[in-house]
């Protein structure tokens, strides 16, 4: 009984800890046409996974940070590029750019989380 108990315990304090280690931007999240992508940690950063439609299992790019901002690659699949990127968090809304020149110009979306 105290054996199952102290099991129970340390369990619940594993969960607590990874839920509470892992970053804004991990999660599914909902593109405003309604495809799904995925951001999950690979590798000391966080890539995204489509999830839905036409380039589904495709990645759309990975990106480092933490926190509310991170910064990397983005793949806009249906043009064959791939682009400087960045991303914020703020609530659950994930604004998702990519970018020439430099940064420059950007053009990003609104996803919501899942």
Do not use: D, H, M
């Given at each position: 009984m105290i054996r199952s108990i102290a099991l129970s315990l340390v369990a619940g304090i594993a969960f607590t800890g990874t839920a509470a280690a892992?970053?804004?931007?991990?999660?599914?999240?909902?593109?405003?046409?309604?495809?799904?992508?995925?951001?999950?940690?690979?590798?000391?950063?966080?890539?995204?996974?489509v999830l839905t439609g036409e380039y589904k299992n495709q990645s759309i790019g990975c990106m480092k940070g933490s926190g509310a901002s991170y910064e990397g690659k983005v793949n806009k699949l249906d043009e064959g590029k791939t682009y400087k990127g960045k991303a914020t968090v703020n609530g659950n809304t994930l604004s998702l750019a990519g970018c020439v020149m430099g940064g420059l110009i950007c053009k990003s979306e609104d996803l919501k989380r899942q």
């Open positions: 892992a970053e804004p931007i991990v999660g599914t999240w909902k593109r405003p046409n309604g495809t799904l992508i995925r951001y999950a940690a690979s590798g000391g950063q966080f890539c995204g996974t």
